[in-house]
C-alpha cells in the first residue's frame, strides 16, 4: 500500500471517502497518491473527488469520469478600464440569454459556472466547464479499450499498458483536452464583448461584430487586447491525465499547477475566488503539482437543502434573497441548483492555505453576479 500524503486535515475526511482513498492506495502501480482539502466521495465507485496519483508504465483511463478536461479559466480586465458596476436589474437577464449563444453545448451540469468577480484592482470573468460530449465520448472509448486491455491480459482490470494505448489516442486525449480550454476561451473572451457591447468597459465599440456570440476566438492570445481592452487569460485544468514520458499523473477534482502560473480556486457561489501560485517548486513537486479545485463540500447537495429548510433562520435565507434577487425564479424563491453552492453548503477557505503551504495567496475575489449551469 502506497503511503498517502494528505494536505488536508485527514481526521475530517469522510468514512466513504477514505475508504475510496485507502483502497486505491493499494492498487498496482500507483507510486504517489495525495488528498487536498477539498476531497470528498465520489459516488461513482472508483477514487474521491479531490485527489492525485502518479503511475509508471500503466495508467488508469477511468478515474476522472466523463467530465475529462474539466476546468476553471479567468479572464482578467484593470479596473481602470471599468466604467460602473455591473446593474443586476439591468443586464443580467441579458447577460444570462447571451451565455446560451456563447457555444452550442452550454456550461454543463453539477457545479459548472460563469461569473464576474472582483478584487480591489480587478475585475475577473470566471469560467469552470468542461468538455460535455466530447468528454463523454472520450470516457466511452477509454472503457472500450480497458475491455480489450483486459481480455488480453486475462483479468478484469481497470488499467492500461501505456504502449497498449495508440498514437491516435494521445492525440485524441490531448485534442479534447484543448477542446475544453477553448470553450472556458470563448465564454471569457465572448463575455468581455458582451460587458464592452452594455458600455461597462471603455473599449473601442464600433469593433465588435454583430455576431460576436457565434464568433471562435480559439486564435486570440492568452494576454492581448480585444476591442481595444487589455485582458489577461489563465486556465487550469482538474481533471484529466497528464502523460509524461511513462510516468502519468492523474488528477480527479485536483487543479494542475505550474510555477509563475496563477490559478482559481473556486470558494461558493456566495463567496467568491481564491487565486494561487506556487510559492515553492520543491514542495509542489511533493505534492504532483496539484491543490484543490475548490474549498470542498461541507454539505452534501441534498444536506445543503435539508440546511437551506430547517437550519438557517427566515432572516439569514431572506438576506441571501436580498442579495441574490436576480437569481429568484417567479415564485420568490431560488432554483435548488443554486442553494446547493451557497457557503454554508463549503468548507473554510483557510484550510485552502494552512494545508498546501506550498501555495501563496494572489488575491481572494467576492463575487458581482454568477450565471449557474445551463444545458443546451
Not at 467530465?67 to 444570462?96: Q, T
Not at 472500450?144 to 486475462?154: L, N, V
Not at 509542489?284 to 491543490?291: F, K, P, T
Amino acid at each position: 500500500m502506497q503511503t498517502i500524503a494528505y494536505y488536508c486535515d485527514a481526521s475530517s475526511i469522510e468514512s466513504n471517502a477514505l475508504e475510496q482513498l485507502n483502497q486505491y492506495a493499494q492498487l498496482p502501480y500507483v507510486q504517489q497518491i495525495c488528498a487536498f482539502t477539498d476531497i470528498h466521495y465520489c459516488s461513482e465507485k472508483g477514487l474521491p473527488v479531490g485527489t492525485a496519483f502518479t503511475t509508471a508504465d500503466y495508467f488508469y483511463p477511468l478515474i476522472t469520469g466523463k467530465d475529462i478536461g474539466c476546468g476553471v479559466m479567468y479572464l482578467k480586465i484593470n479596473k481602470e478600464y471599468w466604467l460602473k458596476p455591473f446593474d443586476k436589474s439591468a443586464h443580467y437577464r441579458a447577460l444570462y440569454l447571451a451565455h446560451t449563444q456563447m457555444t452550442d453545448d452550454g456550461l454543463g451540469g453539477g457545479n459548472h459556472f460563469l461569473s464576474l468577480e472582483e478584487d480591489e484592482t480587478a475585475v475577473y470573468i470566471i469560467c469552470h466547464t468542461g468538455t460535455r460530449d466530447r468528454g463523454i465520448a472520450l470516457y466511452q472509448e477509454c472503457l472500450h479499450m480497458t475491455r480489450e486491455f483486459s481480455r488480453e491480459y486475462g483479468a478484469d482490470v481497470s488499467f492500461l499498458h501505456r504502449d497498449f494505448a495508440s498514437a491516435d489516442f494521445y492525440r485524441y486525449y490531448g485534442e479534447t483536452i484543448s477542446y475544453g480550454y477553448q470553450r472556458r476561451k470563448n465564454f471569457c473572451l465572448k463575455t468581455l464583448s458582451f460587458l464592452q457591447q452594455a458600455n461597462y468597459i471603455r473599449c473601442e465599440k464600433a469593433a465588435i461584430g454583430r455576431n460576436y456570440l457565434r464568433q471562435q476566438f480559439s486564435s486570440y492570445a492568452q494576454e492581448g487586447v480585444l476591442h481595444g481592452t487589455p485582458y489577461l487569460l489563465e486556465d487550469s485544468v482538474h481533471n484529466h491525465l497528464a502523460f509524461e514520458g511513462q510516468t502519468t499523473v492523474h488528477r480527479k477534482g485536483s487543479t494542475a499547477l505550474a510555477y509563475g502560473k496563477t490559478v482559481v480556486i473556486p470558494l461558493s457561489m456566495s463567496r467568491g475566488s481564491l487565486l494561487v501560485t506556487v510559492a515553492d517548486q520543491a514542495k509542489a513537486a511533493d505534492a504532483l503539482y496539484s491543490c484543490a479545485h475548490g474549498a470542498g463540500r461541507r454539505l452534501s447537495r441534498f444536506d445543503a437543502m435539508k440546511h437551506w429548510k430547517t437550519v438557517l433562520k427566515a432572516k439569514e435565507r431572506q438576506a441571501y434573497k436580498d442579495r441574490f434577487s436576480e437569481l429568484l425564479n417567479r415564485t420568490g424563491e431560488f432554483p435548488q441548483g443554486y442553494i446547493q453552492e451557497m457557503d454554508f453548503a463549503y468548507k473554510s477557505s483557510e484550510d485552502t492555505l494552512r494545508y498546501q503551504p506550498y501555495l501563496r495567496k494572489v488575491t481572494a475575489t467576492r463575487p458581482i453576479v454568477t450565471i449557474k449551469y445551463s444545458e443546451i
